[in-house]
């Protein structure tokens, strides 16, 4: 009896500690700390919200709790002006929490911001004062309104997070933000004094007499990230029409920049033509108007025949075409600037606010101007109808909230403009967002940007040092991707473009194969900016093996070891784990308790392997590894670079095996590997109703093994 009491004690102790801290966050009074303007002074309140000295402020605060499940609730912290009017600064509820023992989600403030999970050891901190003023690159983050503690152990995200056991037998609990409509809404979590805080970034907000602000959040206790973004999502409603997320397309900016020119569109669209790729869209990046702003006043010497006529070529093509905006910025050299000075955002001095250092510097333009209201319209309007573009990247949109106005705060401003933005488009173009705080366009956009800039190298050693979490960087959009992957829930993701051109290009092979992989598996928008007449024979067959695009069903990540993860995945029934190894050293880690199909990278070679049940694997620095779980008589291809993606349906029946191949895809041919049953190994199968021959090849694994060229 005593050790069956101590089996059970091991076995329920982590989810009796999992649960507590779900309970304790639900159950928890919270200290409420408030700064306010009211009867011209400032005021400062730190109290319980079980103490309140309502007489002493015109401020009252309340609890209430929603139950949806054993599991679900929701959380609601009401203030509500009790007399006057009160103009808000600062809103925080703090309490009490066991988060020793757990790993918090830091999701940084916008699409490039640095998320990642952290813990006790972690630290958050700013961009050092002399570089922020020589760059100006903390125009790009929150640190001009939200204080970086530095600490080692404070950590903080934007919208949501999620508090995940170090111990793999506990249940995550997961909070988010249902109320990012009135303001930009964080959680702290101090490992040192195991405290826990959700913080509204209300600073302009006013309050009249009456009037109630909630600070609102799901929360959820379960195991699976999937399943509780899913749950999740119900509280941001798709308001799009895109049916099939999955595309695949290129773009501009990644090799020729703001120096594009429509020769260079023209050879980069017939080179796509040309070698067949079956993609769905190609855009139109930055370079194509005069200045950030003037997006009607086209450059007539590097886009002689203006943007309808390529609008045009593209379609004919057979792709939707696309082009780059930002609608809520201008340059500060602009004609918009210089013309129409009062469009722009002032700071309270009435001086022009500058809002990024893009473009030699450029300003926000005010969206609750009636003209610039028109103006958008008027842009948009052309855009869509006159040159016919189907798909809009709308970039730089903190641009439009980077100060509260009007009572509003900087998170209602944000939310303002994507409801202009939706006033304006009426569902005649995919949209997709960058540049933006993620919960803005959950639900409201096609896609957005869920990393920074990816970049033709590793990393920049000297902005990693100076905190810049917005660097362009391909190790910084990695690890976003792979922390931001269940968004997918909300919309469809967009981890930035992959390499696979040899030329202009610093990544290593094994760097390029990741960024490729990564993106494959977690992105649903999938972009690159090569000109694929430079490739290789090896690069064109990794770009082939792209297409069809893949559509996944379940994800599951799990960061086993610093720098290395566990990319667990299903696509058309199949399973599938990815080990992949960011550091700069070589990892071993362990397969599951199966046998794998592996491809190598095809940049190196065309070998094809198997692998017992608990293999330990080498990674590389850098190096990705696919794996696809062998189940049945299918064991392996090499059509796609996810194995058995090709394949439409796989019938076995009394007459024989049936596969129906799965496209469009580029011409070209493929082994596929089947494996011996019981029964031996079939001598032919039927692919696409023609009888091809099985040809037995050296077993491997004790597997009877056979291949077919397709």
């Known amino acids: ?82 007399r006057g009017s009160v103009r808000l600064s600062y809103l925080e509820f703090t309490m009490d929490l066991p988060v020793n023992g757990y790993a918090m989600m830091a999701e940084g403030f916008q699409s490039w911001s640095h998320s990642k999970e952290m813990d006790q050891n972690g630290r958050i901190s700013a961009i050092p004062r002399p570089i922020a003023w020589a ?42 933000s249902i109320s990012e409509n009135t303001g930009y809404t964080y959680f702290k979590v101090d490992y040192n ?178 003209e610039v209201r028109d103006y958008l319209q008027q842009v948009l309007d052309v855009a869509l109808e006159e040159w016919g573009y189907g798909m809009l990247k709308l970039d730089f949109l903190f641009a439009a909230a980077m100060t509260p106005r009007n009572g509003k705060t900087r998170g209602e401003i944000l939310w303002d403009s994507i409801d202009l933005i939706h006033e304006i488009v009426r569902g005649r173009a995919i949209i997709l967002g960058s540049g933006t705080p993620l919960p803005a366009v959950w639900g409201r956009f096609d896609y957005c940007r869920i990393s920074n800039d990816v970049s033709p190298w590793w990393d920049h050693s000297i902005l990693r040092l100076a905190n810049v979490k917005e660097r362009v960087s391909t190790a910084n959009a990695l690890v976003s991707t792979l922390h931001r992957w269940p968004m997918r829930a909300m919309l469809g993701t967009d981890p930035d473009v992959f390499f696979i051109r040899s030329e202009n290009n610093k990544l290593t092979t094994d760097e390029r194969y990741t960024l490729f992989i990564v993106n494959v598996l977690l992105g649903q928008m999938i972009l690159m900016s090569d000109n694929v007449d430079t490739y290789t024979p090896s690069e064109h067959r990794l770009y082939a093996s792209l297409f069809p695009k893949i559509q996944v069903d379940t994800i599951e990540v799990q960061q086993q070891l610093t720098d290395i993860y566990h990319l667990r995945c299903t696509c058309g029934q199949r399973n599938y784990i990815a080990v992949v190894n960011l550091s700069s050293a070589p990892k071993k880690t362990t397969l599951p308790d199966a046998i794998y199909f592996e491809q190598d990278n095809v940049l190196y070679s065309s070998t094809v392997q198997w692998h017992n049940p608990n293999t330990v694997v080498t990674l590389r620095p850098h190096q990705t590894r696919l794996f696809l779980q062998v189940e049945d008589t299918f064991a392996g291809s090499t059509g796609h670079s996810v194995p058995g993606w090709e394949i439409k349906s796989w019938h076995e029946t009394d007459q024989g095996l049936f596969l129906e191949l799965r496209g469009p895809r580029p011409s070209g041919s493929f082994t596929l590997y089947l494996q011996g049953t019981e029964n031996g190994l079939p001598e032919t199968l039927h692919v696409d109703g023609q009888l091809v021959t099985v040809e037995q090849i050296d077993s491997q694994n004790d597997m009877v093994l056979g291949k077919v060229e397709i």
Request: with cysteine; glycine share 6%.
């Open 135 to 176: 760059t100006r690159f903390e125009l790009q983050s929150d640190q001009i309104f939200y204080n970086y503690s530095g600490k080692p152990g404070v950590i903080h995200s934007v919208g949501y997070t999620y508090l995940r056991p170090i111990e793999e037998e506990r249940k995550t609990v997961f909070i988010g």
């Open 1 to 82: 009896m005593l050790i069956l009491s101590t089996v059970l004690l091991a076995f329920c102790l982590p989810l009796l500690q999992a649960m507590s801290l779900f309970q304790a966050l639900v159950d928890s009074s919270p200290v409420v700390s408030v700064h306010y303007f009211n009867d011209g002074k400032r005021h400062s309140i730190t109290e319980s919200m079980e103490s309140q000295t309502l007489s002493q402020h015109p401020l009252a605060f309340k609890k209430h709790v929603q139950w949806l499940s054993d599991t679900r609730c929701e959380l609601v912290y009401s203030t509500k002006a009790l």
């Open 193 to 370: 004094k195991a405290q826990f805080s959700i913080y509204k970034e209300i600073d302009g907000k006013n309050l009249f007499k009456g009037e109630t602000l909630d600070t609102k959040v799901y929360i959820d206790f379960q195991d699976d990230l999937d399943t509780i973004w899913k749950g999740y999502a119900t509280y941001y409603p798709k308001q799009t029409k895109v049916s099939n997320l999955s595309l695949t397309g290129w773009t501009s900016w990644y090799n020729t920049y703001e120096r594009i020119t429509e020769d260079a569109i023209m050879e980069n669209l017939a080179a796509i033509k040309k070698h067949n790729y079956p993609i769905d869209l190609f855009q139109i990046d930055d370079g194509f108007q005069t200045a950030v702003g003037d997006w009607l006043d086209i450059d007539s010497k590097k886009f002689p025949r203006g943007m309808q006529a390529l609008a045009m070529d593209i379609k004919e093509a057979g792709f939707i075409p696309g082009l780059w905006l930002a609608p809520f910025a201008a340059g500060i050299h602009s004609q918009i600037v210089k013309n129409h000075p009062h469009w722009i955002v002032t700071d309270s001095q009435g001086e022009f606010l500058l809002t990024g250092p893009n473009w030699g510097g450029f300003y926000g333009l005010d969206i609750y101007n009636p």
